[in-house]
């Protein structure tokens, strides 16, 4: 009978993972490590918090269990176990801002078990991230092409979806905003083609805030404004951090740019407290300079502007 209720602790941990009720899904899996269960399972459920921690912005968090999970499979000496352990660490990294790191740790899953065909296409996307944030752009385009390429052997929608928004965002930082709508909107229509009930689902947010971005940019502000607010309804909902927080800065961006300052400004500092929190630092310099831009707007002295610039 015990056995019976320890293994179905995992799949309603599962169960609730796949419905987006995260934090129980913690609390599931965290109840199944009390348990003692065998090296093999307690490795696995590091796993799966982990990535609960990563989808609602806990990063640092995440990054403990990434740790524990390289801790187990160094005592077990298991490459398929490293493999995955060093993909969780290099996810956790990138997040953070530690491109470094996290390209290191790429390399080292990539290189330690060839057998792991089923994370390749995710570490390469990874690697792609690690790239941009580096502005290492021929090596972000090859990657996220190897990604691609794999996604379409093994016919991944998922990875073809996530792909397709970093490549929407790579051409939109490079001011190339028909690009990044062009492969945004790829990655639109790929993921509304998923079922209500699929867990894959809660991508669409992510896809919609980041289509949002080359639309701000292009002045559609109604379009801009619609995918955001979808956004950010659904992300309160589940408790997505990372997709409200860049909700906020997209608002606010559209504030400043309308010349509402004093609306601007109180979104950015709540988005930048939030990417604090999470240890989002690319999000911290994204609203720093909206914060500095929006100062100069209200024509405060150039040195409180600087004073802000000072902290990126």
Known sequence: MGQKIAKKEPERGTRLYDEQRFEEAIEEFKLCLTRKPKSSEEFLLYGQICRCYLDIGKTGEALDFANKQMEQANQSNDNSMK?????HLALCNELIGEFSKSISFCRNSLQIDETQNHLKAYLYLCLGNSYVGLSEFPKAWKSYYTALSRAHTNGDKLIE?????????LFTSLNDYDGGIDYCSKAWDLVNDIKESDPNIKYRRLVGVS???PYRKTGRYKDCTDLCEDAMKVAMLYGDTV??????VLFADIHRRRGDNERALPRYESALSLMERIGDRVGQVDALLGMSKTH???LKPQKVSLRILCRI
């Not at 493999?83 to 993909?87: K, V």
């Not at 979806?161 to 965002?169: D, P, Q």
């Not at 997709?243 to 906020?248: A, I, K, L, S, T």
């Open 83 to 87: 493999s995955e352990a060093f993909f």
């Open 161 to 169: 979806i996530l792909v397709n928004t970093r490549l929407g965002i």
């Open 211 to 213: 289509l949002a971005v």
């Open 243 to 248: 997709v409200q927080v860049r909700c906020m």
């Open 296 to 298: 100069t707007n209200l």
